[in-house]
């Protein structure tokens, strides 16, 4: 079992930035899989970045140029910054765990937090 704690959310303007922060703790697979998805209210819950252990990346295309995923393997951390927000990035985000091949839905999932950008 992998437990997820994330924190950074909050209420920014429009063209402002935000980081997140996802730390893991507990059964840590060396191989795995680490990213976020978020969730607007009525939606369905979206791949925004994901990080592998090997630090391959990969970015829905609304938010490339503008956020950026990164992690600290040595803390089982995970990062994202974004910048150049936008008041349809609003939504709670969502930090995931899984193992490298497997499905996001097996994962394990952090508590969200939420992001509101005001126009």
């Known amino acids: 079992q992998v437990q997820l704690v994330e924190s950074g959310g909050g209420l920014v303007q429009a063209g402002g930035s935000l980081r997140l922060s996802c730390a893991a703790s507990?059964?840590?697979?060396?191989?795995?899989?680490m990213g976020w998805y978020c969730q607007a209210p009525g939606k369905q819950r979206d791949m925004v970045a994901t990080?592998?252990?090997?630090?391959?990346?990969n970015y829905a295309d609304s938010v490339k140029g503008r956020f950026t995923i990164s992690r600290d393997n040595a803390k089982n951390t995970v990062y994202l910054q974004m910048n150049s927000l936008k008041p349809e990035d609003t939504a709670v985000y969502y930090c995931?765990?899984?193992?490298?091949?497997?499905?996001?839905?097996?994962?394990?999932w952090g508590q969200g937090t939420q992001v509101t950008v005001s126009s």
């Open positions: 990080i592998t252990s090997g630090g391959s990346t």
């Open positions: 507990g059964s840590i697979f060396s191989s795995n899989v």
């Open positions: 995931n765990f899984r193992r490298y091949g497997g499905i996001p839905a097996l994962g394990s």
